[in-house]
C-alpha cells in the first residue's frame, strides 16, 4: 500500500524556518523534518482497539492516547496537519516503553514501535533538547555509550567507586540522600562491574574442541560494563558449542537508545560502524534482547537512505539472539544438576520485538534439575525499557512493582535475557525485600557446563 | 471544568486538543467529533455527581468504556463530555454458586473468563473484541460473539444492573442477581440501549460451567452456495452448534496476510469454522453429522482441530479477523445485518453485486449460523470519494438484509453509523414509540444524543458531517 505518497510534496521552508530543514526536505502535513515518518504503518491501523489492553501505559492509565492506537491516531493527526508538534503531542509519544507488546497483540501487524521511533526523530529535531535533561541525555547518548574510552573508564570508576570504599562511605553518610528517589534506589543494585570483554579478550575467541563454525558477537555497552560475566558465559558457552567467538574490536553500542530517544542521526552513525564491524562474519550473535532487536531493526532505521538499506536488510538478517541460535543449533545438553527453581521474565525486546519465547524456556528446561515455574504476565514490561526507568520513574516504578508482585514466592532464581531488565528487576527485589538471585539465561547453561567439567563429566 | 475537577480531581480530565483528539472516535472510524472534555470516574457516587453537574449546565455527555464499538457508540458528534467508565474495572463479588459475578462496567470481558477459568467456568458471550472491550459497553451495545448461536447474546447473561440516570439518579434494576423478577423487563431495555438511558455502573453477570467437551471442525467449499446450504442443513440436522462461522474469499486474502495465518487455501469461495460443545457423550456423534453435510454439500476438505493449539490458533486467525483487514486495506466499515439463514447465497450474492457497482472490495466474515452477516467494506478514506461511496454501498447491503426480512443490526448497534437506516425495518410511528420512551429516562436528551434513533432533519446532517474530517469545538 502507499497511501499517504500524495500527500508529501516538496516545499522549500527553509526561508521560512530558522535552523529550518534543507531545500530538498520532503514533507509530510506538519512534519518537517529530514527522515519522515512511514504512512503505510499507519495505514495498517484500522483502530479496532486490540492493543489497548496489551499496553502497559493504556492498563496503568486507562487513557486513550497513552495506548497503542492512541498513540498511532496522534502520530496520524500530525501528518494530517490536524495537530502540531508539540510538547502536549511529545508526551504521550515518549511515554511509550517502546515495549512492542501492543505488536503481538496487533491483529493486521502495524509496526507501533517503528513508528513511534520515527515520531519521536521528528520531534527531537523540532523541539531539541535544552537545558538539564538535554544535557544529562546528551552526557550519556552521545558521550558515553558510543566511547568504548569512556565506557571503560566508566567502568573503571564504578570499580573504583565500590572498591576503595567510596560507596560505602557515599551510602553511611547520606550523600545519596539528595539524590533523587529512583537513583538512589538503582544506585543500591549496581551490579560489581567487571571489566568490560572486549577490552581483554583477544579479537577472535576459538572454539572448544572441534570448530563448528564462527560467529560473531555484540558485547554491547551496559551488558559490558555492568554484567561483563554475562559476556564471559556467552563466550564460554559458545565456545563450549563449538564455536569460535569474534569480538571485532571496531564495534560499537547498537544505537537503540539513541532511537528510542529520537537521535536517529546518531543511531545511524553507530549502525553503519556496526555493519562495517561485522561484514565478515554470517552471523551475529547477541545477548541482550534491546540491542538484538535493534540491531535486526537496521533496515528499518535506513528505510529512507536507498544506498544504505540493502547492506541494512543484509546485516540485520544475520542478527540473532544467543538462546535461539543455541536452541536452533541443538546445543549441547549438560549432565550435571543445577538443583533450582528458576522462573522466566521476557525481556520485551525478545518476545515482542524479536518473537523469542520458546527458546530460552527450552534451554532452562533441558538444564538437568532446573525447574521451570512461569511467571504470570512474563511478557508485561517491567519498566525498564531502555532508560525509561531514568526518565520515566513514576511509571516505571509501577511497573516494577506489578513485576515483582507476580513473581512466584517459590522460586531461587529470575532468569532473562536482557541486561536493563536484570538492573531493574534487581532493584525490585532489593526494593521489596525478596532474596531471588537474577541471572542472565545463558548463565544457568554455563554454570551446567562448568559443574560437567568439574566433575569431569565433559 | 472547574466543577469537574473538583468531583474527580485535576488529573482525572483532560480537556487539551492533544489529549482529545485520540477520543474523536471509536472502533467506527468513518464519523468523527471532538469532545469538550473525558472525565475519568472511580466510583458511582462520582458518576452521579458528574451527571448532575452536566446536567444542571446542560452539557451533553457520553459513557465510553474500551471504544472498540462499531458503529460510532462513543463517538462525539461534537461538543459533549466524554464519561471514561475504564477506571471503574475491580471485580466486586463473585459467587460461583449461585453462578453469578458483579463487575464494574469497565471490567474486560475476556479477563472475566480468565479470572474464573481455573474453577471450571466461564462468561459465555464472546465478541471477537473480547481481548479489550468491557463489560459496561457489552450491556450498552447488547454485544454478541461468535458463540451466541448457542448461548445468547449479553442480554441473555445480565441478572442486574446498578444505573445512573440522566437526573444523577442511582437505581438498581434486577435486585441479588435473581432471573426473571416480576413487572417489566427492564433490564432487557436498557441492555442494547446503546448509552441512551442511563449509564451502567455495576453488573451482575450469569457465569457458566465450561462444557464438558468441545470439538472444533473447519470446512473448505468451492462454492458459498454449498457453504451456505451446508449451514441451513446442519441446523436443520438438529444440531445447535456453539459457534457456526462462516469467511469468504476476500476475507481470508486478509487474515492470511496478517497475523495469525493458518494456511487456509487461498482459491477456495468461503470456509465454515463449526464448533460443537456439551457433555463429551454425543459430541462425536454431532461431529459425524457436521462432516456427513459437509460431504452432501460438495466440500473440498473438512477436518477436525487435532488439539487444543490447532483449535486456539483457528479462533484467533477468525477472531482477529477484522483488524487482519488492516493487512489489505487502510480502512474498512463493517456492516451487521441479519437475514434469515435460508436466504444467505441470495443475499450474499447481492452484497457481490453492490461491491462491483461500488468499485469496492467486500469481506465476508460471519456468524452463518445466526444469519449475522459482516459485509467488511474495504475502501481508503484519503481517496477523495471513497469513503462516500463505501458508506453508500453499506447502506445498500442492509437495505438488502432488511429486503430479505432481516434486520439491520445483530450486535453492534446503531450507533451514528445505522440510525438513518432504522427507516429500513420501523415506520414514524414506531420509531416515535422507542423515542417516547428514552424521553422517560432522558428527557433533556443529554446522555449520548443523537444515537440509535433517526432525528428529525438530523440524520441527513450526521450523514453529511461524516464526511467531513471533524466537527470545530463548540
Known amino acids: 500500500m502507499n497511501v499517504g505518497e ?26 518537517l523534518w529530514d527522515d519522515l515518518p512511514d504512512p503505510n504503518k499507519w495505514a495498517d491501523c484500522v483502530h479496532c482497539g486490540m492493543c489497548l489492553e496489551a499496553c502497559p501505559t493504556y492498563q496503568e492509565t486507562g487513557e486513550e492516547q497513552h495506548s497503542p492506537r492512541g498513540r498511532v491516531y496522534l502520530i496520524k493527526a500530525v501528518a494530517e496537519g490536524k495537530l502540531d508538534i508539540n510538547e502536549a503531542f511529545a508526551k504521550p509519544i515518549f511515554d511509550c516503553l517502546d515495549c512492542r507488546a501492543c505488536e503481538t497483540a496487533c491483529p493486521a501487524d502495524v509496526q ?82 567487571g571489566k568490560p570483554v572486549l577490552a581483554r579478550y583477544p579479537e577472535v575467541v576459538p572454539a572448544e574442541g572441534e570448530t563448528k563454525g564462527r560467529v560473531g558477537m555484540l558485547t554491547g555497552c551496559v551488558m559490558d560494563v555492568m554484567f561483563s560475566d554475562v559476556n564471559e558465559a556467552t563466550i564460554r558457552v559458545l565456545n563450549r558449542n563449538g564455536y569460535e567467538v569474534g569480538l571485532p574490536k571496531q564495534q560499537t553500542c547498537c544505537g537503540a537508545l539513541h532511537i528510542h530517544a529520537g537521535d536517529r542521526k546518531t543511531g545511524k552513525e553507530l549502525a553503519k560502524q556496526n555493519i562495517e564491524a561485522f561484514k565478515d562474519y554470517d552471523k551475529v550473535i547477541v545477548n541482550a534482547a534491546g540491542c538484538g532487536c535493534a540491531l535486526q531493526e537496521y533496515d528499518e532505521l535506513f528505510r529512507n537512505d536507498p544506498e544504505m538499506l540493502p547492506l541494512a536488510k543484509e546485516f540485520s538478517e544475520k ?29 520485551c525486546h525478545l518476545a515482542h520485538g524479536q518473537g523469542v519465547r520458546f527458546e530460552p524456556r527450552q534451554l532452562l528446561k533441558e538444564i538437568p534439575g532446573v525447574e521451570l515455574v512461569e511467571l504470570p504476565d512474563a511478557d508485561r514490561c517491567c519498566g525498564s525499557a531502555g532508560i525509561y526507568n531514568l526518565t520515566h520513574p513514576e511509571m516505571a516504578g509501577k511497573l516494577l512493582d506489578r513485576k515483582i508482585d507476580d513473581i512466584p514466592e517459590n522460586v531461587e532464581m529470575i532468569s532473562m535475557g536482557n541486561p536493563g531488565c536484570m538492573l531493574q528487576i534487581a532493584m525490585g527485589v532489593q526494593k521489596h525485600g525478596r532474596s531471588e538471585k537474577v541471572v542472565h539465561t545463558v548463565q544457568l547453561l554455563d554454570w551446567a557446563y562448568e559443574k560437567d567439567k568439574e566433575q569431569g563429566l565433559s | 471544568m472547574r466543577k469537574l475537577m473538583d468531583i474527580v480531581g485535576e488529573s482525572e480530565v483532560l480537556y487539551k486538543r492533544e489529549d482529545l483528539i485520540a477520543y474523536e472516535c471509536d472502533g467506527y472510524t468513518m464519523y468523527k467529533g471532538m469532545p469538550r472534555a473525558v472525565v475519568f470516574v472511580q466510583s458511582t457516587q462520582q458518576v452521579s455527581e458528574v451527571v448532575k453537574c452536566l446536567n444542571k449546565e446542560e452539557v451533553p455527555y457520553i459513557a465510553r468504556g474500551a471504544g472498540t464499538g462499531l458503529s460510532g457508540g462513543a463517538t462525539p458528534l461534537g461538543g459533549e463530555v466524554i464519561i471514561s467508565m475504564v477506571k471503574m474495572k475491580r471485580m466486586l463479588h463473585l459467587d460461583l454458586e449461585n ?3 458483579v463487575v464494574e462496567p469497565g471490567f474486560i470481558n475476556l479477563k472475566l473468563t480468565q479470572s474464573i477459568s481455573d474453577k471450571g467456568y466461564y462468561y459465555a458471550p464472546d465478541p471477537s473484541s473480547q481481548y479489550a472491550c468491557t463489560i459496561g ?35 438498581e434494576i434486577g435486585k441479588e442477581g435473581i432471573p426473571d423478577q416480576p413487572g417489566y423487563d427492564l433490564l432487557g431495555l436498557l441492555t442494547g440501549s446503546e448509552g441512551t438511558l442511563g449509564i451502567v455502573t455495576k453488573v451482575t453477570v450469569k457465569v457458566l460451567k465450561n462444557p464438558e467437551g468441545k470439538k472444533t471442525v473447519l470446512a473448505y467449499f468451492d462454492e458459498i452456495d454449498d457453504a451456505s446450504q451446508a449451514v441451513s442443513d446442519i441446523i436443520a440436522a ?47 456423534d454431532q461431529i459425524e453429522e457436521i462432516l456427513t453435510v459437509c460431504k452432501q454439500n460438495n466440500v473440498r476438505e473438512v477436518k477436525v482441530a487435532k488439539n487444543e493449539a490447532e483449535r486456539a490458533l483457528w479462533w484467533a486467525n477468525r477472531k482477529m479477523g477484522f483488524g487482519a483487514m ?63 461511496r463505501a458508506a453508500k454501498a453499506g447502506s445498500e447491503c442492509l437495505k438488502v438484509c432488511a429486503d430479505a426480512g432481516g434486520s439491520i443490526t445483530g450486535e453492534h448497534g446503531v450507533g451514528i453509523e445505522k440510525a438513518a437506516e432504522m427507516r429500513f425495518i420501523f415506520t414514524d410511528e414506531e420509531i416515535a414509540a422507542q423515542t417516547n420512551i428514552r424521553e422517560v429516562f432522558n428527557p433533556k436528551d443529554l446522555l449520548n444524543p443523537g444515537k440509535l434513533f433517526p432525528q428529525p432533519g438530523r440524520c441527513v446532517e450526521v450523514k453529511r458531517a461524516g464526511q467531513n474530517e471533524m466537527q470545530p469545538v463548540p
Open chain 2, 238 to 284: 438438529g444440531i445447535i452448534p456453539a459457534a457456526l462461522e462462516m469467511m469468504d474469499d476476500v476475507a481470508i486474502e486478509g487474515v492470511e496476510s496478517a497475523a495469525y495465518p493458518v494456511g487456509h487455501p487461498r482459491d477456495i469461495a468461503a470456509f465454515l469454522l463449526i464448533e460443537v460443545d456439551g457433555i463429551v457423550a454425543g459430541i462425536d
Open chain 2, 99 to 101: 453462578r453469578k459475578a
Open chain 1, 6 to 31: 500524495k500527500e508529501r510534496e516538496t516545499v522549500n521552508l527553509a526561508g521560512m524556518l530558522e535552523n529550518g530543514p534543507a531545500c530538498e526536505t520532503k514533507t509530510l502535513g506538519n512534519y
Open chain 1, 112 to 193: 507501533v514501535g517503528g513508528l513511534i521511533e520515527e515520531a519521536r526523530g521528528q520531534i527531537r529535531q523540532a523541539m531539541p533538547l535544552t537545558g538539564l535533561k538535554g544535557a544529562v541525555s546528551k552526557t550519556f547518548l552521545n558521550g558515553i555509550f558510543p566511547n568504548k574510552k569512556r565506557m571503560n573508564r566508566l567502568a573503571g570508576f564504578m570499580r573504583f567507586y565500590q572498591n576503595s570504599g567510596l560507596q560505602t562511605v557515599a551510602r553511611k553518610t547520606g550523600v545519596l540522600n539528595v539524590m533523587p528517589r529512583h537513583l538512589k534506589d538503582m544506585e543500591s543494585i549496581l551490579p560489581e562491574a
Open chain 2, 137 to 171: 459497553g457489552n450491556v450498552a451495545e447488547n454485544s454478541g460473539g461468535a458463540h451466541c448461536l448457542k448461548y445468547g447474546v449479553t442480554t441473555n447473561h445480565i441478572l442486574g444492573l446498578e444505573i445512573v440516570l440522566p437526573s444523577g439518579e442511582i437505581v
Open chain 1, 319 to 347: 542478527v540473532e539472539d544467543v538462546s535461539k541460535f543455541l536452541y536452533e543449533n541443538d546445543f549441547e545438553r549438560p549432565k550435571s544438576e543445577i538443583n533450582t527453581k528458576v522462573t522466566y521474565h521476557d525481556a
Open chain 2, 326 to 388: 488492516g493487512a489489505i486495506s487502510p480502512d474498512y466499515l463493517v456492516q451487521d445485518g441479519v437475514i434469515p439463514r435460508t436466504r444467505l447465497p441470495e443475499v450474499l450474492a447481492k452484497i457481490k453485486e453492490i461491491g462491483k457497482k461500488y468499485n469496492l472490495r467486500i469481506a465476508n466474515i460471519f456468524h452463518a449460523g445466526d444469519g449475522n452477516l459482516h459485509p467488511l467494506i474495504l475502501y481508503d478514506a484519503s481517496v477523495p470519494g471513497e469513503s462516500e
